[in-house]
């Protein structure tokens, strides 16, 4: 197993503004990625966040909204910019041990007046 | 705009019933699926696993069927408690996606006293 942590835990920013997300993980770890869940849904995949390279991100998720950094194999951080209220969500940072276990950390709670 | 949040299923059961949780998959070439519990104000949580050439697989409690005819999974916890209380996703990891997870629309369990 591993043990994540993110911070911050929960933020309310201003239109326009940008915040910084940070995944912090007890081991190294080859795969991390970012998910998002919007208020009483499901989790939607952002982008996959390598080591050493540019993120690879999913349908409908920009680099310019969402830049992600991977510096080493611990860490990782997702940004969220020029936000909307749109952007109100939990952000999620996910690594896998293996194939099939893939373990999340607590969430960023993000709301956006 | 405004932005309306889903309602989840929901299933409510008696303490010390059995639970039955399902979810639909849509892709046939998917190489695990996997259950996670969610409590409030938390990630996601590994529970149990199935790989795609299994039929069923039993945990402490839980029991995971799969049945790729109609692509249906379900969930089965024996001897509910109130500690269940949580929402269930439903995941499959698809073939050749390096490990990212497709998330199913997740279902709202509460454990009545």
């Known amino acids: 197993s591993a043990v994540i942590s993110q911070k911050p835990s929960r933020d309310i920013c201003q239109r326009g503004t940008s915040l910084t997300i940070q995944c912090q993980v007890d081991?190294?770890?080859?795969?991390m990625f970012w998910y998002r869940q919007q208020p009483g849904q499901s989790l939607t995949l952002i982008a996959t966040?390598?080591?050493?390279?540019?993120?690879?991100?999913e349908s409908g998720f920009v680099i310019d909204k969402f830049p992600i950094s991977r510096p080493n194999l611990t860490f990782s951080t997702l940004t969220v910019s020029n936000m909307s209220p749109e952007d109100s969500s939990i952000y999620l940072c996910?690594?896998?041990?293996?194939?099939?276990?893939?373990?999340f950390g607590p969430g960023t709670r993000l709301t956006v007046l | 705009g405004e932005s309306v949040g889903l309602h989840l299923p929901t299933l409510s059961v008696q303490e010390g019933d059995n639970s039955i949780i399902n979810c639909a998959y849509s892709?046939?070439?998917?190489?695990?699926f996997i259950w996670y519990k969610q409590e409030s104000g938390k990630g996601p949580q590994f529970i149990i696993d199935?790989?795609?050439?299994?039929d069923k697989r039993q945990g402490q409690r839980v029991t995971v069927l799969l049945n790729k005819t109609v692509k249906h999974l379900s969930l089965q916890i024996a001897a509910t408690q109130p500690g269940d209380s949580a929402v269930y996703f439903c995941?499959?990891?698809?073939?050749?996606?390096?490990?990212?997870?497709?998330f199913g629309s997740g279902t709202q369990l509460t454990v009545l006293p």
């Open positions: 081991s190294q770890v080859t795969m």
């Open positions: 995941a499959e990891i698809p073939s050749g996606s390096a490990r990212q997870l497709t």
């Open positions: 199935i790989r795609s050439n299994m």
């Open positions: 996910s690594v896998d041990t293996s194939y099939n276990e893939q373990f």
């Open positions: 892709n046939s070439a998917s190489d695990y």
């Open positions: 966040a390598n080591q050493g390279s540019e993120a690879t991100y």
